[in-house]
T-cell receptor, first 113, second 113 residues
Framework: EAQVTQNPRYLITVTGKKLTVTCSQN?????MSWYRQDPGLGLRQIYY???????DKGDVPEGYKVSRKEKRNFPLILESPSPNQTSLYFC????????????FGPGTRLLVL | GENVEQHPSTLSVQEGDSAVIKCTYS??????FPWYKQELGKGPQLIID?????GEKKDQRIAVTLNKTAKHFSLHITETQPEDSAVYFC????????????FGTGTRLTIIP
């Protein structure tokens, strides 16, 4: 089944404790991105990647890192999480870019205490 | 950068009636406008999109209209059904420059049986 998977689905952590949210797609998509969803603010793009080793900042990249060492994986790294990073995070992928259907993962709900 | 405003933030309609959600965008170079539907506990899913070379696109009960001069586009859902209850997001992007996709803030649509 074609899908985008994220792990973990739920995470409670404390300020400053490094964490990684994994994202994997099995559709051989080149374009992958991360979004955060907050009430009243909609979906905001954090980072995106056009292909392996090619990443760029979205609208809200501060406090986040990403890497794209393999085509299928695009992990989101929070090196020193803070409470304002409490949010619902979505990974998405598309065949080759932003002007194609984005396939979203199921989301990761993060709480930073 | 691009800014997308979406209205209303919440919308309740009687089953069988029509629902209209409107978005405005700021970048006159934007030429791709997708709409995503997010059901409870799931990631967003593309329902329809339109490119700037057409003014309207229909898919069964769903239609999108685009007014490039006024820089706004709208989602129309006719003969609404309970399964249309969800959060809807509009988005916009250009086809040059960075690879960002900018979303609106979302509309929670509730269909009243």
């Amino acid at each position: 089944e074609a899908q985008v998977t994220q792990n973990p689905r739920y995470l409670i952590t404390v300020t400053g404790k490094k964490l990684t949210v994994t994202c994997s797609q099995n559709m051989n998509h080149e374009y992958m991105s991360w979004y955060r969803q907050d009430p009243g603010l909609g979906l905001r793009q954090i980072y995106y990647s056009m292909n392996v080793e090619v990443t760029d900042k979205g609208d809200v990249p501060e406090g986040y890192k990403v890497s794209r060492k393999e085509k299928r994986n695009f992990p989101l790294i929070l090196e020193s999480p803070s409470p304002n990073q409490t949010s619902l995070y979505f990974c998405a992928s598309s065949l080759s870019g932003r002007q194609e259907t984005q396939y979203f993962g199921p989301g990761t709900r993060l709480l930073v205490l | 950068g691009e800014n997308v405003e979406q209205h209303p933030s919440t919308l309740s309609v009687q089953e069988g009636d029509s629902a209209v959600i409107k978005c405005t965008y700021s970048d006159s170079a934007s030429n791709y406008f997708p709409w995503y539907k997010q059901e409870l506990g799931k990631g967003p899913q593309l329902i329809i999109d339109i490119r700037s070379n057409v003014g309207e696109k229909k898919d069964q009960r769903i239609a999108v209209t685009l007014n490039k001069t006024a820089k706004h586009f709208s989602l129309h859902i006719t003969e609404t059904q309970p399964e249309d209850s969800a959060v809807y997001f509009c988005a916009a992007s250009t086809n040059f420059g960075n690879e960002k996709l900018t979303f609106g803030t979302g509309t929670r649509l509730t269909i009243i049986p």
